[in-house]
């Protein structure tokens, strides 16, 4: 198998990089209309932590972490390493070795389509990682994939270049050309919830905050005192 390692790809602008890393994962996906989302099955093997940074991108074989060796060249201040394979695979193909080569270089932290390990070890050296799976599964060096393509995770293609946001819900991907008017998205976004949550503190309900009670008489919804209901079972 043969493949290809794309060296400089554009990148979104680092200003709006930190900008987005003011937001949560959650908002920036309400923000691009609920899109950008790498699924549910991508999780965080620590918690607390939010990272931002611009994705360089490895498509690799299941069981073979070759390409990752490959993209650690490529990687530098600011990126976030992304990796998939060409049919699924949960084994672990990143650990500590490989997090202190990308440390050492200001890589924020990795994404994995895969497994992961040595995840105490990730965690004592304050390098992030989110993976579909925990394996201590080895790997071998044995076939060749690339580096900086685009790549497809749960739908969502990412290229290198775009931007990745992962937090303690998941992790979004947002398209380079988009990360300025994403990020004064999710701005205007916080700032509504804010006023929403001052509202919510006051006592007010989402049912008149939203103007749900209408909704709900509209779906045939209604309201019945307890006696009333028990009255109407059989």
């Known amino acids: 198998m043969g493949g290809v390692i794309v060296t400089n790809p554009p ?7 930190d900008a987005l890393a003011g937001f949560g994962v959650a908002t920036i996906s309400e923000a691009m209309g609920r899109t950008g989302l790498l699924g549910p099955s991508i999780r965080p093997v620590q918690q607390g932590v939010r990272v931002a940074g611009t994705a360089v991108t490895v498509l690799g074989w299941p069981g073979d972490n070759l390409m990752i060796h490959a993209a650690v060249e490529q990687c530098g201040e600011g990126d976030i390493l ?3 394979t060409t049919s699924p695979c949960t084994d672990g193909l990143f650990g500590e070795l490989f997090a202190t080569a ?3 270089r200001g890589v924020r932290g990795v994404v994995l389509n895969t497994g992961i390990r040595d995840t ?3 965690r004592d050296m304050g390098f992030p990682g989110w993976s579909r799976a925990v394996s201590s599964q080895g790997t071998v060096k044995a076939t060749g994939g690339s580096v900086n393509v685009p790549v497809a995770i749960d739908g969502q293609v990412v290229r290198p270049g775009d931007v990745i946001v992962a937090d303690d819900d998941g992790v979004v991907v947002v398209p380079r050309e988009r990360a300025r008017e994403t990020a004064a998205r999710s701005e205007a976004r916080e ?3 804010a006023a929403t949550r001052a509202a919510f503190l006051e006592g007010q309900l989402g049912l008149d905050r939203y103007g749900l009670r209408e909704t709900l008489k509209r779906l045939g919804v209604e309201y019945k005192t307890y006696e009333e209901y028990a009255g109407e079972q059989p």
Do not use: G, P, Y
């Open 102 to 104: 990308l440390q050492h």
């Open 82 to 84: 992304v990796v998939t």
């Open 191 to 193: 700032a509504k919830e």
């Open 11 to 17: 990148k979104a602008d680092a200003k709006d990089v």
């Open 120 to 122: 105490q070890e990730l």
